[in-house]
C-alpha cells in the first residue's frame, strides 16, 4: 500500500474510533497493519483495550508489553503496571482470565532468577497467588496446584502454614464457582443473548450476601463483547448497576464514553453522560460538546424519534437552568430560554402521543424553580388540548396549582377537565374535585361541585352502555368463521369403527325451556375487570389477596412473569384497585395498570397449534402473561384462544402485526390465515344458524327404500320454503343398498314454518312407517370427534385386530383437540384415526401397526400435554367391564304419540 493510501486509512480508522465503538477485528486488523508507524503502534493497542477491554485484546497487548520490554523499548515499571491493570480488569471473566493473569504472572516471577529480585519476586507472588485464588475461574484448581509447587520450592518450611490459608481462600472461591458451573456450561455451549440475560438475572436475584458485583459487571463485560452495538439495554442496565454499586462516576463515565460510540442512537446513553458530567465538574469533556454530538446525529431530528430525543433533552435543559440558578450566569438563562421554547414546539407537534408528558412536565418544573408561574400555567393549558383525555393529567394540574395558586385555580382546573366528554378514568377525577371540595369549600361550593359531578357521572355512565370500538366491532361483524364439520354424540352402546354414530334428538325440544333474562347469572368480564400487578418480586398471591380484597370481590390471581393479573367480579372492583398505583406491599412498591384492550382474541390457527407455538409466536410482541383455550367438552371443533400481554401496546403490536398472517399445519401442509382481534366480550355474538333459530328439523323413523328426498321435500313444503334437506347415508347401508339411515335433516326458512311442521307431522304415518318430527337439538349430547389420518380403506376390520393396534388415553386435557393428539402420536408410528371425548378426558388412537401402538404406550405415558400428565395403555391392558346387559332386556322410553 502506498504512503499516501496509508495515511488515508490511518486517518478514516482514527475518525472513525473517535465516534463509533470499532469491533475487536477492527482493532486486531489496525494494529497488525504493517504500515502503521512504530510509535503509534502503543497508542493504538491501549486506545483498543479502553474501548474493548475484552480478553482477546488485553492478552494481544500484554504480550506485545513483554515483547517490546525484551526488545528493551520500554522500562520493567511501566509494563508491570500495564499488565496489573489488565489482569485486573479481566480478573473476573471466569472462562478466560487466566490468559491475561498467567502473562502477568510469568513477568512477575522473571524476578526469582535474579538474586537480588528473588526474595521481593517471592512477596509479591505469595501475595499475587492468593488474591488469584480468591477469584472464581476456570482454571482455579490449576492455580491451586501451582501455588502449591511454587510454596513447595521458594517456601517449604512454611508450607504447611502457607496451604491452610491458601486452601481457605480458595474453598470459598470453588463454591463460588460450582454454584455457577450450570450456567457456564450453558453458556459455553449456547452464548445467546438470551442465555446471558437470564445468567444475569440470576445474579441478581441472589440474596445480598451471596451476590458477586464484579461477577456481575465481568458478565455485562462478557455480554458486551458478543453483542457490542446491537442492543442499548445492555449499556444501559450495565450502567445503572455500576451506579446502584457505588463504582466511582469516573469509571461509570469511562464505560459511557464505550456505550456512546456503540450505540450513538440511544437517549438513555446520552442522557447519562449528560448527568454524569454534571457531576464531575471538573472533567475535561465539556457538556457543551456532548449536546453538541447529539445534534449532528441525524437520527434525533426525525419526528418518529422524539421519544428518544426527548431522554436527552431533559438533562440538557436541566444543565442549564441548574448552571445559571448555582452562577447566576445570564447566558446560561438564555440558551435556557430559548431551548425550552424549541423544546415545548417539538413537543407540542411531535410528542402528542407521550401519554406520559414527561418532557411538558419537566418544563413546568423547571419555570415553577425560576418562579415563572405564569409561564408553566401557560404550558399546563397548551397540554390540555392534546392530554385533556387523561385522568392523571387533570390530576397533576390540580395538585400544582395546590402548591402553586390558591383555591380558586384548583375549582378552575377540575371545572375545566369536566367540560370534556373523553377522560379515561373520569371516576378518579370527580373523587379528587369532592375530596378537594369537601377540605376547602363552602357548604354552597361543596353542594355544587357534587351536582355538577353526579350530572357528569350519568353522563360517563350512559355513554358507556352505548359507545364501543367501532373498528373492532367492524371486524367482529366482517370475520367469518372456518366452515367445520359438525361434532357427533358419542353412541353409549359399543362403536363400530365403519359405522357412523346417530345425532340424537331431544323429543322435549318443541317446548319452550327459556329461562327468564332478569335470572340469568352476569357473564364473566375478563376483558374487562381485570387489573395488572408488575413489580412483585418476594410478593406471593395470598399478599396481594389480602391486599386488594377491600376493592371488591376477586375471582382470580394468576402470576407469570412475574407479573400478577387480578380478574374482579365487577369494574368498580378494578376501579378500585387502580387507586393503588405505586403503594406498598411489603415494602415494594407495585404498579398497577388496567387489563383492557390487553387480552387478543384468536382464531382460524392451524389445529396442529399448541399453547407452546403460539406463546413462541405471539412472545416476539411482549410479555405473554396467559393463553387461554376454550374447553372442547361440547363442542370438538371449537378452535380459538385467548392471548394476554402484560400491557394494551404490546397487544395492539401483535395484533396489527399477525392479523392475516398466513400460518402452515405441520400436520397436512394447509395454510391458513391467522384472525387476531382485540377481545371484547361486549361485542360477542349469539350464534346463528338453522339449529339455533328453531328452523332446522329432524325427522326420524324413514322408510330405508321407499322414500327419496324428493318425497320428502314434496311433504315438508307447504309448510314453508325448504332451505336444504340431509339425508345421511353410512358406508354400511350404502353395502346394503339402501337409500339413506333412515332420518333427515330438513331446514326451513323460518320457525313458524318449523312449529306448524312439527304440530302437522310427528306421529304421523309415511309410506306406512310412522314417522317422528322435531325441533333438531343444539347438541346437547357428550360430542367425540374423529380424525382419520391414514389407511383408511372403509373395509370391515376384525376387532381384536383394531384392538391391538390401539392405545387408550386419559387425564387428557379438555382443551387438547384431535390433531394435537394426531401430531403427538404420530411421532411413533403411522396413525390410522384418532378417537377423542373431551367431556371424559380420553381419547383412542389406531395405529396401522400392533408394534407402534406398543412404542407410543411406552414413550408417552407420563408425557405432560395442555399442562397435565397422560395415561396412556394399550387397548388390550386395559380392564373391560364384566357387566353386560342383554340389548333385549335394555328399557326402551316409551314413544310420545301426537294427540289428534
Sequence with gaps: MG????????????????????????????TEDENIPTELIPVIYKESVKYFPSVTLWKRYTEYLVQRFDEGDIDHKAVLEELATGAYLTSYRIPNSHLVWNIYRDFIARGLEDPEKKDDSISQLKLLYQARLG??????????????????????????????????????????????????????????????????????????????????????????????????????????YMSLMGVSTTEVLDLLRRATRACP???????????????????????????????????????????????????????????FTDSSDEKRLEEFVLEAEVAFTRAISQGK???????????????????DKDQARTIWNRVSKYHGDLAEFWIQWAHWEKAHGDYQGVVDVFTKALTRNNIDWVERVLQEFTDYENAHGTFYSIQQALALCRGRLKYYQ??????????????????????????????????????????????????????????????????????????????????????????????????????????????????????????????????????????????????????ASLRKLFSDFGSVLSIRFPSLKFNTHRRFCYVQFASAEEALQAQQALNGKSLTSSSDQKSFDLVVKISDPSQKKERTGAVYEDRELFVKGIDFEKVTEAKLRELFEPFGPIERIKLPLSKTNER?????????????KDAEAASRAVTALNGMEFEKRTIHVSIAAKNTNKPISKVVAAGNDDTPADSESIKARTVEVSNLADTINDTQVSDLFAKYGTVKRVVLRPEAGTASVEFTQVQDAGKAALALDGHELGGQALRVVSRGETKSSTMFVPRTTMRRAPLRKRRI
Excluded at 481462600?169 to 450456567?183: C, F, G, H, N, P
Excluded at 449528560?274 to 446525529?297: A, C, G
Excluded at 406520559?356 to 415553577?368: G, V
Excluded at 367480579?569 to 387502580?578: F, P
Design 736 to 748: 346394503k343398498g339402501r337409500l339413506h339411515d333412515g332420518y333427515s335433516f330438513i331446514v326451513v
Design 265 to 323: 442512537k440511544s437517549g438513555d446513553l446520552w442522557g447519562h453522560k449528560i448527568r454524569l458530567l454534571q457531576i464531575l465538574r471538573d472533567s475535561p469533556e465539556d457538556i457543551d460538546y456532548v449536546k453538541e454530538s447529539v445534534d449532528n446525529i441525524g437520527f434525533f431530528k426525525k419526528p418518529e424519534n422524539y421519544k428518544e430525543w426527548k431522554k436527552v433533552e431533559i438533562p440538557w435543559l436541566h444543565f442549564l437552568r441548574r448552571h
Design 353 to 371: 402521543d407521550d401519554t406520559d408528558f414527561e418532557l411538558e412536565k419537566f418544563l413546568i418544573s423547571e419555570w415553577t424553580l425560576l418562579e
Design 135 to 240: 477469584v472464581p475461574h476456570s482454571t482455579l484448581s490449576e492455580t491451586f496446584s501451582d501455588y502449591s509447587t511454587f510454596i513447595t520450592t521458594y517456601d517449604n518450611a512454611n508450607y504447611e502454614t502457607e496451604l491452610v490459608k491458601a486452601n481457605k481462600i480458595y474453598s470459598a472461591a470453588l463454591k463460588t464457582l460450582e454454584v455457577r458451573d450450570t450456567w457456564e456450561i450453558s453458556i459455553k455451549e449456547n452464548d445467546s443473548l438470551e442465555n446471558y440475560a437470564a445468567y444475569i438475572q440470576w445474579e441478581l436475584s441472589q440474596p445480598k450476601k451471596y451476590q458477586e458485583s464484579k461477577l456481575v459487571m465481568a458478565l455485562y463485560e462478557r455480554v458486551l463483547e458478543k453483542y457490542p452495538t446491537s442492543f442499548a439495554a445492555i449499556w444501559d442496565d450495565y450502567i445503572l
Design 462 to 611: 350512559a355513554q358507556r352502555q352505548t359507545v364501543y370500538d367501532d373498528s373492532n366491532k367492524r371486524a367482529y361483524e366482517e370475520f367469518k368463521p372456518v366452515e367445520v364439520i359438525e361434532s357427533r354424540p358419542l353412541k353409549t352402546q359399543k362403536m363400530d369403527v365403519d359405522q357412523p354414530t346417530e345425532l340424537t334428538v331431544n323429543i322435549e325440544s318443541t317446548v319452550s325451556t327459556t329461562t327468564p333474562f332478569n335470572n340469568a347469572p352476569k357473564p364473566r368480564d375478563r376483558e374487562h375487570n381485570t387489573v395488572i400487578v408488575s413489580n412483585i418480586h418476594n410478593i406471593s398471591k395470598e399478599d396481594l389477596q389480602k391486599f386488594f380484597a377491600e376493592c371488591g370481590e376477586i375471582l382470580e390471581i394468576t402470576i407469570n412473569n412475574g407479573i400478577a393479573t387480578i380478574e374482579f367480579k365487577t369494574d368498580e372492583g378494578r376501579l378500585a384497585a387502580l387507586t393503588k398505583h405505586l403503594k406498598d406491599i411489603n415494602g415494594t412498591q407495585i404498579t398497577v395498570h388496567s387489563g383492557q384492550s390487553t387480552t387478543l382474541w384468536v382464531t382460524n390457527f392451524p389445529p396442529s397449534e399448541t399453547e
Design 3 to 30: 504512503q499516501p493510501m496509508a495515511e488515508e486509512l490511518q486517518n478514516v480508522r482514527t475518525s472513525m474510533a473517535s465516534i463509533l465503538l470499532l469491533s475487536e477485528q477492527q482493532w486486531i486488523d489496525w
